[in-house]
Structures are given as structure tokens and as C-alpha cells.
């Protein structure tokens, strides 16, 4: 199943008929995908479904066996691409002795950026760590790490960001302030494919949602493509009447229908399946 | 090339801010004050290794086994607390930072492989070279102070010393490539001792002529070419001994009977380039 939103846009990251083997487990199989820029794509798949692997390819660090992954055209293991991205780990660590801001000057160095004390504030305070810019890493908090993760995948203001389970590690305040951030980005322009098991998180964010199973993409669209209608639910004085044909469009016609016959309305609503139940139902139909 | 030097620069401060290396601090604190306090003693004895009652050897002679064989066991214990430092620096540096996820972030940014592999390399050689330079010339300094002798060459085997390290990051570079942390610490010290055992077969073989033996020994001295050059260390240390001195240098632990060759250096060269070489090709092909 091709994931791109078009067949004519190079796209930010444009992954074409990727494959990957680590001996005789296939990771990834024939996979297209396509992130548009300032596009805010979720990937979402079980466990070994190949999201990780997939990501890690389009940064460089995995070979693929087959296919390629360019980033705003260029090869994904070459340096031009990688001076247009970011990246975050799903398990990453930073040195135990150096400070927040001492990670993020090391970074900029090596994105070939000057060290600029300003860009650091910024991204700090971007991610809620204006105060821990001094402390070492070994004192921060698991999820003080990973916000300092996020800011490291923004030193050099790439135009893709990888993410890869950026909020794993976040309490739920966290999360949101990962959320805004997101939004944020993608109003900046940036593209973003954001790596998530969870799933109502991307229904929430992401603009579009590519669904991978064993390897594959088995599913791409609109969160509300991907969602279906499941008809319309109306709590009466007898209990909830359900009327699964129907839409949003035919809820005042029901309901002027049943008051005339003399029923009690409490509530109406439209009902729709979630991304979990697109998702359950492609992945794991038992 | 600005990369490599980003990551040495990293590497360098690295070994001084953590905490591991407080530990390498404190025991050459307390090898110095030993080693200090027992050329004192050794000395003030005039017969300190039991050689008899003077009338073999003269005094002055005894003042020469004395200075060569502490200068030894000084360059002895600067390779080897140089040794602990160059792995600790370096036996993590591929495999064993990817398990631990502090190699990805560095990997994404526009460096090459290569590039951060050299900057290892530099950063960490920079550190034991550094270490290993300070600590002999510490230990020359001590025995002339207290022997009033200076060794037959000073700045050979200091470089010897240096050299030898210089393989010893290398090879360890090499092994973080393709074993976890500790798997490959302990081969780091299993192959040094092997080097030291291959020193020993080459001092027992001189002095009973085995042939054999001596085959041995200089094949696995091919194979870990930084015991060659530290043995070559230890015979510039005291290379103007002759006669029963020499001898009784040699018998001793810290004797080397001759010198590295040229040719020896030049493959210790070349040896450290191929190990650079595999370990880049390695590192390129390595998913992370």
C-alpha cells in the first residue's frame, strides 16, 4: 500500500519500496511512504512491526536491503541529509556528566551550527527545561532526559524531525506540552514523522497516519479516513436506541421522530470508531 | 576533520569529568607513593635484590641493577595504569555506546563514521599519551632522585611507552566495533597479559637459548606488537649494561634482552593503520 499523500511531491522523506532482513526475519517489506513538508505523519504498529526500523533508515543509522529513503531528495546515509534533520531515539541516553546545555553545544557543533547560548535558551524553554540548563544529566528525571532528547533533535532547525516514542518517558502534563510542541512545529513548516504507540495521541495530532504490520504498510489516510461511522446513539427514558445506518445529517429528523412519539431524549450522538479500533481491526482482527 | 576534533575535544573532557577516572587518579596516587617509597628503601640497601655479599658484583654495579630494574617496573606500571585508562576510554566506544543509546544522536548528525571513529581515537590517545608521558617522566624523576642515576636512554622509552598505548587504543577501538563493554574489556586485558606472558617467554627463551621458545614468543609478539614495543622500552632503559649487570637485568622481570628492529616498528605502524582500517570498514557496515 503506497502511503504518500501524492505521487508528485518529492516530500520531506519519500521512502520507496523499502525493505529490510536481519537474517531471515523480514522487518520491512516493499514499503512506500511519503511526508510532505510541515506534514505531521503518525506511524503507528505492534511490536516489531518495523516502525523503529523504518525510522532508523531514513536517518542512516540502519541499511536498508532494498529500496531507498531520501530526505528532501537527498540519499538518507549521506550528510546532506542528515544536516536537514532531526532525530530522537526511542532508547537514547546522553552523557551522565555533562550538563543540558553542554548536550545541546555539543550538538550544535556537530550540526555544523555555531554554539549560540540563544538557540539553547530557546530550545530549553521549548521543552520546559529553562531551569535544568546547568544540571547534569545523571540528576535529571527520566522524563526531564527525554525532553532534553526533543531538544536535541531541534538543534540546527531541521526541516524533518524523526520521533521516535517521544512521549514514552513523559507524565501525561508532559505530554501535553509534546502535543503543542508538535502543533507548534507543524506550523513552522516543519515535517515530522512522529513514532507512537499511542494512538489516541496521533488521532489527536497527526495530519495523516500510516498503520504498519509486519513489515508492511497495511493501512495510510486521514485519521478520519481511517475511522469509520458506526451510526448514531440516543439515550431514551427506555434505554439507548441505536440506529447504526444512520448520520450525523439524519439525527434531527430521529429525534423529532421519536419526541413525536412520545419518547424522553436525554442525549444524541453521532458515533464514530477510533484510531484503536481501525487499528485493532487491521492488526489484530481476533 | 572539525568533527573528529569536536568528538576528541569530547572524549578528552570526558576523562577528566567522569567519575571513573577518579579511580585511575587514585591508584596512580597510591602506585606513585609506593613506588616512591620503595626506591627509597631499594636505595638505601646495598644489596636490595638479595644478590649476595658483594663479592660477585660490585657496588656500583648493584646501584645499576637497582636503578635499570626500578626504571622497569616504573615504565611496567605506566603502560599498565595507561592501559586501564586507554580501555576504560574506549571499550564502549562503538557497540557498547549503541547498546546504551548514547552513540545514535551523535551518528544522525552530519558526520561521517569515520569521523567519529578518528575523533575517538584522537581524544582518547591524546589523554593516555598524556598520562602515560607524565607518569614515566614522574618515575624517571624519583629514581634519580633518590639513586642519583638517570636511565641509559630517557626520551626512547618514554616514546616507546607512548607508541605501545597509541596500539593499545587501537586495538580496543577495534574490539568496541564488534563486542559489548564488558566483553571486550576483558579481552582488552586478557590480550595485555598475553603480551606480558609473550615478554617473559622471550626473556626466559634468550637466557636458555630455546629456539622454539623464542619462535613463540616473537610470533605473539607479531601478533601484539605493543609488548615488542614496550620490551624495546625496557632495553633502552638500561641498554648500556654489560657483563654480569646486563645479565642479572635480564634475568629480572622487568629485563628486555634486545631491541625492537625497524622493520618491528614499522609493522607496530602499519598493524595500528590496519586495525584503524577494519575497524572503520566494521563500524560503516554496522546497523545501529
Known amino acids: 500500500m503506497d502511503a504518500s499523500p501524492s505521487s508528485t511531491d518529492p516530500g520531506a522523506l519519500a521512502v520507496s519500496g523499502l525493505g529490510k532482513r536481519y537474517g531471515s526475519v523480514v522487518a520491512l517489506e516493499g514499503v512506500e511512504l511519503t511526508v510532505g513538508p510541515g506534514e505531521l505523519v503518525g506511524l503507528v504498529g505492534a511490536n516489531g512491526a518495523g516502525k523503529s526500523t523504518l525510522t532508523k533508515i531514513a536517518c542512516g543509522l540502519v541499511r536498508p536491503t532494498s529500496g531507498t529513503a531520501r530526505i528532501f531528495g537527498a540519499h538518507s546515509d549521506t550528510r546532506d541529509a542528515r544536516r536537514m534533520l532531526g532525530y530522537l531515539a526511542e532508547l537514547f541516553r546522553f552523557p551522565g556528566w555533562c550538563t543540558g546545555s553542554e548536550v545541546l553545544a555539543l550538538h550544535q557543533k556537530l550540526a555544523g551550527a555555531r554554539a549560540d547560548r540563544g538557540e539553547r535558551d530557546e530550545l530549553l524553554a521549548l521543552v520546559g527545561l529553562s531551569e535544568?540548563?546547568?544540571?547534569?544529566?545523571?540528576?535529571?528525571?527520566?522524563?526531564?532526559?527525554?525532553?532534553?532528547?526533543?531538544?536535541?533533535?531541534?538543534?540546527?532547525?531541521?526541516?524533518?524531525?524523526?520521533?521516535?516514542?517521544?512521549?514514552?518517558?513523559?507524565?501525561?502534563?508532559?505530554?501535553?506540552?509534546?502535543?503543542?510542541?508538535?502543533?507548534?512545529?507543524?506550523?513552522?513548516?516543519?515535517?515530522?514523522?512522529?513514532?507512537?504507540?499511542?494512538?489516541?495521541?496521533?488521532e489527536r495530532v497527526c495530519d495523516r497516519v500510516v498503520i504498519l504490520a509486519g513489515g508492511k504498510v497495511v493501512a495510510a489516510g486521514r485519521p478520519e479516513e481511517l475511522t469509520t461511522r458506526g451510526g448514531v446513539e440516543i439515550q431514551t427514558g427506555n434505554g439507548v436506541r441505536r440506529f447504526p445506518q444512520a448520520s450525523r445529517e439524519d439525527m434531527p429528523r430521529i429525534v423529532a421522530q421519536l419526541v413525536a412519539e412520545g419518547v424522553d431524549i436525554y442525549e444524541a450522538t453521532v458515533v464514530r470508531s477510533t484510531l484503536e479500533d481501525a487499528y485493532l481491526e487491521l492488526v489484530d482482527p481476533a | 576533520m572539525r568533527a573528529a576534533l569536536i568528538i576528541a575535544r569530547h572524549v578528552v573532557q570526558e576523562s577528566i569529568r567522569r567519575r571513573v577516572f577518579v579511580v585511575v587518579f587514585l591508584l596512580t596516587v597510591l602506585f606513585l607513593a609506593l613506588f616512591v617509597f620503595a626506591t627509597v628503601k631499594a636505595f638505601a640497601n646495598p644489596s636490595p635484590f638479595g644478590f649476595g655479599n658483594g663479592n660477585l658484583i660490585e657496588p656500583g654495579q648493584f646501584t645499576s641493577i637497582t636503578t635499570v630494574t626500578l626504571l622497569g617496573l616504573g615504565a611496567f606500571a605506566s603502560l599498565f595504569l595507561a592501559t586501564v585508562l586507554a580501555v576504560f576510554l574506549t571499550l564502549g566506544a562503538v557497540r557498547g555506546d549503541a547498546e546504551r543509546g548514547l552513540l545514535q544522536p551523535l551518528v544522525v548528525r552530519p558526520l561521517g563514521r569515520g569521523e567519529l571513529l578518528l575523533g575517538r581515537f584522537v581524544g582518547a590517545v591524546a589523554v593516555c599519551v598524556v598520562y602515560v608521558a607524565a607518569l614515566y617522566a614522574v618515575v624517571v624523576l624519583v629514581v634519580h632522585q633518590a639513586g642519583g642515576r638517570w636511565p641509559d636512554h630517557i626520551l626512547g622509552p618514554g616514546l616507546a611507552l607512548c607508541a605501545a598505548v597509541c596500539i593499545l587504543v587501537a586495538m580496543s577501538l577495534l574490539g568496541s566495533v564488534f563486542l559489548s563493554a564488558t566483553a571486550n574489556g576483558i579481552a582488552m586485558f586478557m590480550l595485555y597479559g598475553a603480551g606480558l606472558v609473550s615478554g617473559l617467554l622471550a626473556s626466559i627463551a634468550a637466557a636458555l637459548g630455546a629456539h622454539t621458545l623464542q619462535t613463540i614468543a616473537h610470533?605473539?609478539?607479531?601478533?601484539?606488537?605493543?609488548?615488542?614495543?614496550?620490551?624495546?622500552?625496557?632495553?633502552?632503559?638500561?641498554?648500556?649494561?654489560?657483563?654480569?649487570?646486563?645479565?642479572?637485568?635480564?634475568?629480572?622481570?622487568?629485563?628486555?634482552?634486545?631491541?625492537?628492529?625497524?622493520?618491528?616498528?614499522?609493522?607496530?605502524?602499519?598493524?595500528?593503520?590496519?586495525?584503524?582500517?577494519?575497524?572503520?570498514?566494521?563500524?560503516?557496515?554496522?546497523?545501529?
Do not use: C
Open chain 1, 132 to 202: 535544568a540548563a546547568d544540571r547534569r544529566v545523571e540528576e535529571m528525571s527520566k522524563g526531564m532526559q527525554q525532553r532534553l532528547g526533543i531538544a536535541q533533535a531541534l538543534v540546527g532547525r531541521p526541516r524533518l524531525l524523526l520521533l521516535d516514542e517521544p512521549t514514552s518517558a513523559l507524565d501525561p502534563a508532559g505530554r501535553r506540552t509534546i502535543r503543542s510542541l508538535l502543533l507548534e512545529l507543524r506550523a513552522r513548516g516543519i515535517a515530522v514523522l512522529l513514532n507512537s504507540h499511542l494512538l489516541g495521541e496521533v
Open chain 2, 219 to 288: 610470533d605473539m609478539t607479531i601478533a601484539l606488537p605493543f609488548e615488542g614495543i614496550y620490551q624495546s622500552a625496557l632495553h633502552a632503559l638500561g641498554s648500556n649494561q654489560t657483563g654480569i649487570s646486563r645479565v642479572l637485568v635480564n634475568l629480572g622481570p622487568f629485563g628486555a634482552s634486545q631491541s625492537a628492529s625497524i622493520t618491528f616498528d614499522l609493522w607496530a605502524a602499519a598493524y595500528t593503520v590496519i586495525l584503524a582500517v577494519v575497524a572503520l570498514i566494521a563500524f560503516e557496515r554496522r546497523d545501529l
